[in-house]
């Protein structure tokens, strides 16, 4: 599994927070699971190059103490597609 989508809500942890999508648990655990057999791959921070709609950026999947990975949803991203807070997205995405 070298592609794979996240479908989820976006929310920010805080105020001036940066907005984040989860990926959900069996899916992180699926992406930990090739990572590893990826040589040079981080386990910390998975890189990926993201599409949502029709605007592409490069980025990580960042862990979380739960086991589930986030996403960060730039805020240039955000504008070019119309995000919000509280919108359920899709982000394709491609290990690197």
């Known amino acids: 599994m070298k592609s794979f989508e996240i ?3 976006v929310f920010r942890p805080g105020k ?3 907005h984040f999508v989860y990926v959900n648990k069996a ?3 699926r992406i930990r699971d090739t990572a ?3 040589k040079g791959v981080n386990m910390s921070f ?3 190059k993201a599409t949502s709609g029709k605007t592409s950026w490069t980025t990580s999947l960042f ?3 739960d086991g589930p ?3 960060a949803i730039k805020a240039d991203v955000r504008h070019k597609e119309g995000i919000a ?4 997205i899709r982000v394709d995405c491609g290990l690197q």
Do not use: F, H, M, N
Request: proline residues 4%; aromatic residues 8%.
């Open 27 to 29: 899916l992180s655990q």
């Open 63 to 65: 862990p979380t103490k």
């Open 16 to 18: 001036d927070a940066w």
């Open 7 to 9: 479908k989820g809500k």
């Open 85 to 88: 807070e509280g919108d359920v």
């Open 69 to 71: 990975y986030l996403i």
């Open 36 to 38: 590893r057999t990826i």
């Open 46 to 48: 998975i890189r990926v």
